[in-house]
Nanobody
Framework: QVQLVESGGGLVQAGASVRLSCVAS????????MGWFRQAPGKEREFVAA????????NYADSVKGRFTMSRDNAKNTVTLQMNSLKVEDTAHYYC???????????????????WGQGTQVTISS
């Protein structure tokens, strides 16, 4: 079992930056691919970013490329999502997710992730 706890959400103005964190506990997080997903009211959950178990590779949704950066510190069992140049359309509930590195499927597919946090709300005002 892996438990995930997100933090760092809030209300900010468009153009501002927010840094989300996700702390993992339980099994060794260094063997897990980590992802960030988000869900806005009335919309389906969508992929935001993912990072490999080692941290060597990252993958981003087109909508956030160049603005968001995902990183991880396996020694601290923590992943972060640095979000810059935020837009109103980035408003959503953001979820941290984990899946074992040997799990099949693409990292952008939410169905491949076995563990989820409760999420943190990010609201961007115009």
């Amino acid at each position: 079992q892996v438990q995930l706890v997100e933090s760092g959400g809030g209300l900010v103005q468009a153009g501002a930056s927010v840094r989300l964190s996700c702390v993992a506990s339980g099994r060794t997080s260094s063997r897990y691919v980590m992802g960030w997903f988000r869900q806005a009211p009335g919309k389906e959950r969508e992929f935001v970013a993912a990072i490999s178990a080692s941290g060597a590779s990252t993958n981003y949704a087109d909508s956030v490329k160049g603005r968001f950066t995902m990183s991880r510190d396996n020694a601290k069992n923590t992943v972060t999502l640095q979000m810059n140049s935020l837009k109103v359309e980035d408003t959503a509930h953001y979820y941290c997710a984990a899946k074992h590195m040997l799990t099949g499927g693409t990292d952008s597919d939410a169905l491949t992730y076995a563990y989820w946090g409760q999420g943190t709300q990010v609201t961007i005002s115009s």
